[in-house]
């Protein structure tokens, strides 16, 4: 558990567009696991004043970066998916909770969900990482 709150936090210290461009929080950072929050503001907003796809996807992509990365082997994307149920709206809180479905050899399937304030679930995503060399943070 420290060893990925460790990674976790490395990794959002550097992640200046999670962080810096989009307004994210890292809120856990677990073995397998991480939780992330972004509040819509009017940047985040497309030409039907909803939050734009691309910024939900930023979220879950983001997650499933922190949740894959926990165990401080480097793992990238190697593939990924999302489904729109509901639009986040100005103001909204969104809350990413991205959980491991399976890791197996250098490969893993991640599942997150993002959810509104009021709990309701705007978006779900599935990632495949791929482990490569290095570690996140020095052994």
């Known amino acids: 558990?420290?060893?990925?709150?460790?990674?976790?936090?490395?990794?959002?210290?550097?992640?200046?567009?999670?962080r810096d461009?989009?307004?994210?929080?890292?809120?856990?950072?677990e073995p397998g696991r991480a939780v992330m929050q972004m509040r819509v503001t009017e940047a985040h907003?497309?030409?039907?004043?909803?939050?734009?796809g691309g910024f939900i996807?930023?979220?879950?992509?983001s997650t499933f970066a922190f949740a894959c990365n926990s165990y401080n082997a480097v793992a990238?994307?190697?593939?990924?998916?999302?489904?729109?149920?509901?639009?986040?709206?100005?103001?909204d809180l969104l809350t990413c909770v991205g959980q491991e479905q399976t890791l197996q050899g250098r490969h893993g399937v991640y599942d997150m969900a993002v959810r509104n304030q009021r709990d309701e679930v705007v978006a779900l995503f599935r990632g495949?990482?791929?482990?490569?060399k290095g570690n996140v943070i020095p052994k």
Request: glycine share 10%.
């Open 1 to 18: 558990m420290e060893l990925a709150q460790r990674v976790g936090q490395a990794m959002f210290a550097a992640d200046r567009a999670s």
């Open 21 to 29: 461009t989009m307004g994210m929080q890292l809120l856990a950072c």
């Open 45 to 52: 907003l497309n030409g039907h004043r909803i939050c734009h």
């Open 57 to 61: 996807f930023t979220l879950a992509d």
């Open 76 to 91: 990238v994307a190697a593939g990924a998916s999302i489904e729109f149920l509901k639009p986040g709206e100005l103001g």
């Open 128 to 132: 495949k990482s791929a482990q490569i």
